[in-house]
C-alpha cells in the first residue's frame, strides 16, 4: 500500500479533472461549441500523459513495495535475488518518473502550442551583419523542415552583398512558439568577412524576434445595454418625411481600454427611410467604432512585446555567441556551448532549445510545490 506520496495526492485530484473532461468531449453541447471543444480536448490530452505516468509511477512503487516484502520474508535464494534485481531496477526508475510527473505538472504557457512570427534584423555590422542575418534565416529554415513546419516568407530587406537587411517570415506547426520562444534576444557573431582583405576579425550582431500568433480579433457588444432612441428623419420629400419615426440614435457605454474609463458612444442613422435596416447600420458602425479604437491598443500591446524582445541590436545585449574561429556556439542565459558550429548553423539546434527549455522547467519547478 502507498501512502503519504505527495506526488500521487497531486495527481488525484488531476484524475477526477481526466474524468469530467473525457465526459465532456462527448456532450453534444460542447462538440457544438468549436473554440471550447478544441481546448477541451487538448487538456484531455495533456491529462492523458500525465494519467499514463501517474499508472507507471504506481506500478513502479508496487514492486518496489514487493520487492522489499520478498528480501524480508522469502528465504527461497532465487526468489531473493530476482527481487534484488526488480529492486535496483524499479529504484533506478522511480525518480526518471518522478521528473516527468514534476515537469508535466508544471503549468503550461497557453501561448507554446501557437504558430510564430517570426523577424530577424541586421544589427551592428554593416553588410557583414545582413549576411549574418542571411546565416541566421537558413538556419531557422533548416530546422523548420526537419520538424516539418511550414516556414513562408512575408517580407524580405535584402542585404548589400547579400544576406537581409531585415526578413519577416512565419511558421506554423505544432507547438512552435514553445519551442522557438528561446531564439528572441541579440545574436553576435565573430568571425574574419569575406569582405575582409586584411584577414581581421569582425563583431557583428543580428537581432531575432519571435512573436506567437495573434488570436483572432473580435469585439464583443452587449446588445441588451444599447439604448435605442428614433427620431423623424429629414429627406428628400415623398409622404413618408416626418412623418414615420425611421431615424435611430444608439447610445451605448463602453469601457476605453487604453484609459480604463467608460465613455458614451453615441450613433445616429438615418440612412434609410426603413427603421430596421437604420438600426442595423448603426449596429455595424458601432462595431467599427469600438474594433477601431480596440485594435489599436492589440497593435501597440503587439509593438510594445516586439520592442522589448528586439532590444537595440547592440552587441552588448547579446544572448548568444557564433565564434567561427573557435568552431564554437555558446548561449550566455545558461552558460551552454557546443563545438559543432558548422552543424548549428545547418540547423542541428534541438540539443540547445532543449537545455533552454530544462532551464526555463527548472525555474518554474521551483515556484511548483511538490
Known sequence: MIENNSILEKLDGLESRYEEVSTLITDPSVIADQDRYVKLTKEYKDLGDIMDARKRYINCLNAIAEAKDILANESDADMKEMAREELAENEALQPKIEEEIKIALVPKDPEDAKNVQMEIRAGTGGDEAALFAGDLFQMYKKYCDSKGWTL???????????????????????DVYGTLKYESGVHRVQRVPATETQGRMHTSAATVAVLPEADKFEVTINEGEIKWDTFRSSGAGGQNVNKVESGVRLRYMWKNPNTGETEEILIECTETRDQ???????????????????????????????????????????????????????????????????????????????????????ERMKETEL
Not at 524580405?156 to 531585415?166: H, I, L, N, W
Open 152 to 174: 513562408s516568407i512575408t517580407s524580405v530587406s535584402e542585404g548589400a552583398v547579400g544576406g537581409f537587411k531585415e526578413i519577416d517570415f512565419a511558421v506554423s506547426g505544432a
Open 276 to 362: 430596421p435596416k437604420n438600426k442595423e447600420r448603426a449596429l455595424s458602425r458601432l462595431r467599427t467604432f469600438i474594433y477601431d479604437k480596440e485594435h489599436q491598443k492589440y497593435v501597440d500591446d503587439i509593438a510594445s512585446r516586439r520592442k522589448s524582445l528586439v532590444s537595440t541590436g547592440d552587441r552588448s545585449a547579446k544572448i548568444r555567441t557564433y565564434n567561427f574561429p573557435q568552431g564554437r556556439v555558446t548561449d550566455h542565459r545558461i552558460g551552454y556551448t557546443t563545438h559543432d558550429l558548422q552543424g548549428f548553423l545547418n540547423g542541428n539546434i534541438q540539443d540547445m532549445i532543449d537545455a533552454l527549455t530544462v532551464a526555463e522547467n527548472a
